[in-house]
């Protein structure tokens, strides 16, 4: 993993969640097949193995470019910016 310049720009410490599973889905009535959190603001967003995209969604409508997985035991982070794991 190498760092990227949207990682030294995150707030620290790491944003709370702002809800414990995908709202969009929830909307939407699907399921999340695996969840992640922006690291910029703290939204939950499904990932793109889910009918929604909703994480891709929100870098999409936010800029926000660096998100974390949201499963237990998973730490590794993604930048939508640069396209790599980070």
Partial sequence: MSECPHVAELPRPEPAPATETCPECLAD???P???RIC???GHIGCCDSSA???ATKH???TGH???RSFEPGEN???CYADG???
Avoid: F, N
């Fill in 29 to 31: 009535g699907t399921h």
């Fill in 59 to 61: 870098y999409d409508e």
């Fill in 39 to 41: 690291l910029a603001c």
């Fill in 84 to 86: 790599s794991i980070v």
């Fill in 33 to 35: 097949v695996q969840l």
């Fill in 65 to 67: 470019p660096v998100m």
């Fill in 76 to 78: 590794w982070r993604w």
């Fill in 52 to 54: 929604g995209r909703h």
